[in-house]
């Protein structure tokens, strides 16, 4: 018997995938488009390199984000972008993250995401 053959409801499900702090943030940084490794790591201060290695193999297991290898010349550039499952998934975290703003955040940071809600971004 599989962890996967163990749910006992949809949440128990999304929540193993998403489980923890950085996956999520991960998710979120990803909503703006593909984005490279150092980009990602930029993005969400406090992740070590080797979380975030983590994480990304984890969340590309489990269909959620593609990693894409180009080589330009000698140098080989790794891209992470979310999938169209990623993608479901981060729409599906949005309002969640609506509550968290709009019940947990104080004004000023409500004002900082309301930039990115105009642009799209939702979390």
Known sequence: MTK????????????DVVGGKWK???????????????ELRRGIP????????????????????????AFEGAVRRVTYALTPLGVSLSEALGPLGAWGRENLLGEGAQARHAGRDALGLRP
Do not use: M
């Open 46 to 69: 406090g992740v070590t390199e080797k979380v975030l290695t983590s994480h990304l193999r984890e969340l590309e297991g489990d269909r959620i984000v593609f990693r894409e290898e």
């Open 24 to 38: 999520v943030l991960i998710l979120w940084a990803l909503e703006g488009g593909p984005c490279r490794f150092g």
């Open 4 to 15: 996967r053959d163990a749910y006992v409801c949809g949440i128990d499900a999304a929540i």
